[in-house]
């Protein structure tokens, strides 16, 4: 059975920094690729960075420079590190398991003073 479990959302300023983790289990984890999407209220999901299964990367243009996503193979974790949060990166957050086409539950991030 696929799991994907998302932490480490919350309440944040403006400037301020969070880092969500997915934990993964019942896939082969060091060979999917895995992705962050985001969804605002009334607007459609969204990529944020994605991180291939030999670790290249890829980021959306708004978040480029100010997000980080990596991996931890031997711990089947899959993690986006937030920078200088702004008040349109608020959204609930989705891992996501491109082999499996598998989506997480989702954390809500919320940047607001």
């Known amino acids: 059975q696929v799991q994907l479990v998302e932490s480490g959302g919350g309440l944040v300023q403006p400037g301020g920094s969070l880092r969500l983790s997915c934990a993964a289990s019942g896939i082969i984890f060091s060979s999917n690729g895995m992705a962050w999407y985001r969804q605002a209220p009334g607007k459609q999901r969204e990529l944020v960075a994605r991180?291939?299964?030999?670790?290249?990367?890829y980021y959306a243009g708004s978040v480029k420079g100010r997000f980080t996503i990596s991996r931890d193979n031997a711990k089947n974790t899959v993690y986006l590190q937030m920078n200088s949060l702004k008040p349109e990166d608020t959204a609930v957050y989705y891992c996501y398991a491109e082999f499996q086409t598998y989506w997480g539950q989702g954390t809500q991030v919320t940047v607001s003073s």
């Open positions: 991180i291939a299964s030999g670790g290249g990367t």
